[in-house]
């Protein structure tokens, strides 16, 4: 079992920036794709961003791309989120979460960290 530790979350003004951070603990993780996904209030969780084990591979949704990225150090068992240009869209809780499909999906995962907020204000 992976226990996932996120944070960096806040408050900030459009067009700001944030950097989360999640942290995993338990097993290995280096050869397991980790992801981003986020809930904003009223909607389900989605899926914004994947990374392949080697850091080779990513995906973004289309609502996050050319202005976020996601980057990972194995060494830490840590992956993070590199968020810019933010818009009040982009307000919700943020989680991460590691192995499951490619692309990513928020389906079929057993747990959850606790997730961190990003509020965003225009």
């Known amino acids: 079992q992976v226990q996932l530790v996120e944070s960096g979350g806040g408050l900030v003004q459009a067009g700001g920036s944030l950097r989360l951070s999640c942290a995993a603990s338990g097993r290995t993780v280096s050869w397991l794709v980790m992801s981003w996904f986020r809930q904003a209030p009223g909607k389900e969780r989605e899926s914004v961003a994947g990374?392949?084990?080697?850091?080779?591979?990513?995906y973004y949704a289309d609502s996050v791309k050319g202005r976020f990225t996601i980057s990972r150090d194995n060494a830490k068992k840590t992956v993070y989120w590199q968020m810019k240009s933010l818009k009040p869209e982009d307000t919700a809780v943020y989680y991460c979460n590691v192995g499951g499909s490619w692309p990513p999906s928020s389906h079929g995962f057993r747990s959850w960290g606790q997730g961190t907020q990003v509020t965003v204000s225009s």
């Open positions: 990374i392949s084990g080697s850091g080779g591979n990513t």
